[in-house]
């Protein structure tokens, strides 16, 4: 298998930022992340504290970006990442079908707005969670709900219902949904999942659902859930001025690291985490 030298986990401005960085240093990197690049650049409305680019226009900015990660043949993997493994010398970074290895590692995640929903901390693992293709075959035969924030759920609730008994599917967001009829659309908001020991049922506004399982498919999972041991600091990760996690070989740059929220600060994070991978495996082969 191929082991790239630097995998870049989000394709926003962070981990663009450090994709042409590395990119620069010849390094063979794989970055993750959106077709669109970003929710957050599509969404904004007027930037004006971007230094050189007074008054663009979040989708502008997007599509510069663009130009120039296809002017240096840098191309985004569109899988989800599930999880990230350190092996010690490597790391195993798994999306639903795939496995792939890396030196270095870049968390450039963003950040989730959305809070979690009474009850979703406590049964983790025990009914709830993060991805549902991966956790289906557990629930052949049984019933699935699906929370789904984005329209890259839709696929994976078709996928469930080929295996669960039935699938309910509870969108957070209003659009046309692509869902075979083995899926049951419920417009309601989720207030709390409930079950002792294990999942029983989701409570919402109008009504309850009796489910075994219950997946909340984001943007992005708690980083905490994504690479386990990972060290967090008031919701964010914690790093240090060479954007170094708690784990060796992880870096993280961007809104994942915390306050303030902005294009800058996330690029200039970008490019001090993969200066400083670069130099790191510089160092590897001396
Ligand atoms: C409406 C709005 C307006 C804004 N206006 C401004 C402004 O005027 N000026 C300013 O400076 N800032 C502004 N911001 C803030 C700015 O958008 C963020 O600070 C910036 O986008 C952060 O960049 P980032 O790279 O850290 O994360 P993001 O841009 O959030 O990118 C993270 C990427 O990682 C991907 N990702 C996450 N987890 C995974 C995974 N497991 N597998 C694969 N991909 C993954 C996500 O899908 C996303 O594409 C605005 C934000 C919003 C929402």
Do not use: W
């Amino acid at each position: 298998m191929e082991r790239y030298d630097i995998a870049i986990i989000g394709s926003g401005p962070s981990g663009l930022s450090a994709a042409i960085n590395a990119k620069v240093r010849n390094k063979n990197i794989i970055i993750f992340g959106n077709s669109n690049l970003s929710r957050s650049l599509v969404l904004a409305p007027k930037v004006n504290n971007y230094l050189g680019f007074y008054g663009i226009s979040g989708t502008e900015l997007r599509d510069k970006f663009q130009k120039h990660i296809d002017d240096m043949n840098i191309n985004i993997n569109t899988e989800k990442v599930n999880n990230i493994y350190a092996m010690g010398e490597y790391f195993a970074i798994m999306t639903a079908n795939k496995t792939y290895e890396a030196k270095k590692v870049i968390l450039a995640l963003g950040i989730e707005h959305t809070k979690p929903i009474e009850g979703e901390d406590k049964l983790l693992g025990r009914g709830v969670g993060y991805c549902a293709t991966c956790d289906a075959p557990l629930y052949r035969n049984k019933i699935v709900t699906i929370l789904g924030y984005n329209k890259e759920a839709e696929s994976e609730a078709n996928y469930v219902s080929e295996m669960a008994n039935k699938v309910y599917y509870i969108p957070m967001y209003k659009d046309e949904y692509e869902l075979n009829d083995k899926v049951e659309i419920v417009k309601d908001k989720p207030l709390e999942i409930v079950g002792s020991g294990k999942v029983e049922k989701l409570v919402l506004k109008n009504t309850e659902i009796s489910t075994d399982g219950v997946f909340i498919l984001k943007d992005s999972a708690p980083p905490q859930q994504l690479v386990p041991g990972l060290e967090m600091e008031d919701g964010h990760i914690k790093v240090n001025r060479k954007m170094e996690t708690n784990i060796e070989g992880c870096y993280a740059a961007g809104d994942c690291t915390g306050k303030p929220y902005q294009y800058m600060k996330a690029v200039g994070e970008g490019q001090v985490a993969a200066l400083n991978a670069v130099e790191e495996l510089s160092s590897i082969l001396k």
